[in-house]
Structure formats: C-alpha cells, structure tokens
C-alpha cells in the first residue's frame, strides 16, 4: 500500500461521516499545504486517483470540481489539473458577468463587493450584447466559480447556455430570462409594469400636458417591454400618445411630455437643446421623464425627473443570496424621483 493510499484511508477512519470527495479534498489540500505539491504542479491523472484511492471516476471529479471553485487548482484543456493557490482566502468565487460598464453597473458593482469582500473573490467580465463572447465567457468557466452572477441583456434567446449553470449557483440580474431548468435566483427589472407604476405615481403631473411622447431607440433590448407598459398606461387613462425612435424636431410643441431611456441620455440632451431654442420652460411648457438617476440629472435643468431601478438594493440582494446559500427571486424595487422638469 503506497503512502498516499494510506494517508487518504486513514482519514477516511478517523472521518467516517464526511463524504468521499471531501476527504479527497482534504488529502490534495494537505500536499499542496505541506510543498508535496507546489504551484503550477500538474495533479495526478483521473484514472490515477480512481486507482490509487479505490473511489469513482464521479467522486474525483466532485472532488476536483470543488477545489476548481475554490481557484486552488486549475483545468487546462487536453493537459490536465493544476494547482494555482496554496489555500482558499475566502468561502465564495463569483463570477459577474455583466453587458458593459456604466454608471448603473459601476454602483452595482462597488456595493456588491462592499458586501462580500471579506467572503468572496469577485472576477467581472464583459460581454458586450454579443452572443459569442456571452457564451464563451461561461462555458469556459463553468467549473471555476461558486456563483455565476449574470446579467443576460441579449436579443438572442440565451436560455440553453445559461442552462449549463447549475440552477442553485445561477443569479440572475436585471431580466430574468424564459425557458430555464431547475431552481435558480433572479434579482429582475419587471420593465413593462415598472413604467407603468411610475407614470401612474406622477398622474396628477402629467394632467398639465395634452400629449405623452415615448421615446425608445430601436435597439433597446427591452424596448418591446416597456412599450407595451407604456401603451397600457395611456389605453388606461385615454392619455393620447406617440411612439418614436428619436428626438423629433418636427411634432416638438408645447404640451408634450416626453419619455427616454436611451444608453447615454443623448435623447435629453437633444430635448433639452430643442426646449432651449424654443425658449420653451422644462416642467412648464415641456415635461421630461428620464430613466436611470445620475448626479448630472440631479442638477440639469433644475434637475431631471427620473425612473430609476435601486440598483444598490439589487446588490444586496444579490449579496445576500450568496451568503446564505438560498435561492431569490424578486422584482428589484424602482423609484420615482420628482424634479423639475415634470
């Protein structure tokens, strides 16, 4: 009986209530503790560990897989495992996948690592609305992390990638996808009763204008959403309406109240532009609605009226999720923030 043998039966004695893959855990992790495995040594072989320790093709897997989320070894492809740190710093890795990185994220993210920082390791990655990158990103790292935390603001149906996170590590930020297995958390944005609630709380200010202008640029991800929030609040209250793409310089009148969310408010900037040509008065002969708060529409203008998701809240949430290992599924509160300009 080799050494190694011995050791790992040993504990398996002196242990009996701690499952296989654990023990097997424990022995890798008492080489690597002890120099008998240093970083970057390739660990043994699948085939090997079954041999040596008379346990499952499954069971070294498990055992493996769990030291792979902790980041103490590595997976490279046709060559093997690795061992990358000596111990494990903290009890979480997750892996943020997010569209792109605004002001909305950048909130995001510093509260959610405010919140964990002293229980996880946060890797952000980027997947810039392409399919491609979205896809690869997760699949390359499936087995590296504790908890995939992932906004999915794509146009294709992602569903069956996402679905290769297991569901109990799968967050969901922002929209909560259809079409995927098993009990999973989502931390999501109901866009179209979002807009809806938030017209319906300014009611009474809208009474001023004759007409509601929705602004929404037709690559929106979630434009169909929040037009069909949009259609139901003025159908309810017969509130007579336009749908549009862009700033129009053409049906720019007194009495119109306008909508925006584009990604970087280039939409206010121009009503605000028009309102300033016309010596037209914001919250007085115009209105404007705006989503998503910054300290610049707090202040333009006399400040911006705005919709606006918590996104701090969300963290939280999500943060919470994590640490007490549950699964969430929530709507992410959203805010109305009257200013002047309604």
């Avoid at 121009?270 to 016309?278: D, G, M, P, S, V």
Wanted: with cysteine; hydrophobic share 40%.
């Amino acid at each position: 009986m080799s050494s190694t043998t011995k050791s790992l039966e040993e504990k398996s004695d002196s242990s009996s209530q701690r499952m296989k893959y654990l023990q097997l855990v424990d022995h890798i992790q008492q080489l690597i503790e002890t120099d008998q495995l240093h970083i970057n040594d390739r660990l043994p072989s699948l085939k090997q560990f079954e041999k040596q320790f008379h346990i499952s093709k499954e069971t070294v897997l498990k055992g493996l897989n769990y030291l792979l989320e902790k980041g103490i070894i590595e997976s490279v492809y046709r060559k093997g495992y690795y061992v990358r740190r000596k111990s494990v710093e903290h009890t979480f890795r997750v892996f943020l996948l997010l569209d792109k990185m605004n002001l909305m994220r950048d909130k995001f993210y510093h509260t959610l690592f405010e919140a964990i920082k002293d229980k996880a390791d946060i890797d952000v990655y980027f997947h810039h609305h392409n399919v491609k990158v979205f896809e690869k990103l997760i699949t390359e790292n499936l087995q590296s992390y504790t908890h995939f935390v992932v906004a999915a603001y794509l146009k294709e149906d992602v569903s069956t990638i996402l679905n290769h996170i297991p569901p109990a590590k799968r967050i969901l930020i922002d929209f909560d996808q259809p079409h995927l297995t098993g009990k999973y958390s989502s931390i999501y944005q109901d866009f179209k009763l979002d807009i809806y609630d938030a017209l319906t709380q300014v009611k009474s200010q809208l009474a001023k204008y004759t007409q509601l202008i929705l602004i929404v640029p037709a690559a929106a991800f979630h434009a169909t959403l929040v037009i069909d929030g949009f259609l139901q609040f003025c159908q309810q209250h017969q509130y007579p309406y336009v749908i549009q793409h862009e700033v129009s310089a053409a049906n720019f009148q007194k009495g119109n109240v306008y909508i925006t969310f584009s990604r970087y408010d280039t939409d206010d900037v121009a009503l605000i532009k028009l309102a300033r040509q016309k010596k037209y008065l914001l919250g007085e002969d115009i209105g404007l609605i705006s989503y998503n708060d910054t300290d610049v529409k707090e202040i333009l203008e006399g400040g911006i009226t705005v919709v606006s998701s918590d996104f701090e809240a969300m963290a939280n949430q999500v943060a919470e999720t994590i640490e007490k290992k549950q699964i969430t599924r929530q709507r992410n509160p959203t805010k109305v923030i009257l200013r002047q300009s309604l």
